[in-house]
């Protein structure tokens, strides 16, 4: 009883510190490399070989965006670990093939970014193959637009 009393007040504890002043720390724009590792896929969808991914946290929820690939959301995480995936498969560049898409990793507090990237595909609600890349990067120095002269 002890034991189960002890588990379920550090599991509240971890509850309520989910959302931290880190988790704000990850927001904004990335600057990544796509490194392809796998696929079993006859043809597999290609990412540029740099591309920015934007990260959000919205009401409590981790946001992740990358162009050509459904939004992915998770929780913020205390300690810098990023986790998230898309709700719903969803229309893919190829046609017939969607795709659910979730990556992991840790964004450290220097904004350097390291995760992997996972998406599996499916034809007509089948699956059909999976691909998964390593991303790497730094956060995007934030350029501050000139304000407009009178």
């Given at each position: 009883?002890?034991?189960?009393?002890?588990?379920?007040?550090?599991?509240?504890?971890?509850?309520?510190?989910?959302?931290?002043?880190?988790?704000?720390?990850?927001?904004?724009?990335y600057?990544v490399?796509?490194?392809?590792?796998?696929?079993?896929?006859?043809?597999?969808?290609?990412?540029?070989?740099?591309?920015?991914?934007?990260?959000?946290?919205?009401?409590?929820d981790?946001?992740?965006?990358?162009?050509?690939?459904?939004?992915?959301?998770?929780?913020?995480?205390?300690?810098?670990?990023?986790?998230?995936?898309?709700?719903?498969?969803?229309?893919?560049?190829?046609?017939?093939?969607?795709?659910?898409f979730?990556?992991?990793?840790?964004?450290?507090?220097?904004?350097?970014?390291?995760?992997?990237?996972?998406?599996?595909?499916?034809?007509?609600?089948?699956?059909?193959?999976?691909?998964?890349?390593?991303?790497?990067g730094?956060?995007?120095r934030?350029?501050?637009?000139?304000?407009?002269?009178?």
């Amino acid at each position: 009883m002890r034991t189960f009393l002890v588990t379920g007040a550090v599991l509240g504890f971890v509850a309520l510190g989910t959302r931290s002043a880190h988790a704000d720390d990850i927001s904004g724009t990335y600057d990544v490399k796509f490194d392809a590792v796998s696929t079993n896929c006859e043809h597999p969808l290609a990412y540029p070989a740099h591309s920015l991914l934007k990260i959000e946290v919205k009401g409590g929820d981790l946001h992740i965006d990358i162009e050509r690939t459904p939004i992915m959301v998770g929780k913020p995480a205390k300690t810098g670990k990023v986790s998230a995936a898309s709700p719903k498969p969803a229309h893919t560049p190829v046609e017939g093939m969607d795709g659910t898409f979730s990556v992991a990793g840790r964004i450290t507090s220097e904004g350097m970014l390291s995760l992997v990237m996972v998406g599996e595909y499916q034809t007509a609600g089948k699956p059909l193959c999976s691909q998964s890349w390593n991303l790497s990067g730094l956060r995007a120095r934030d350029a501050k637009p000139d304000k407009p002269k009178k």
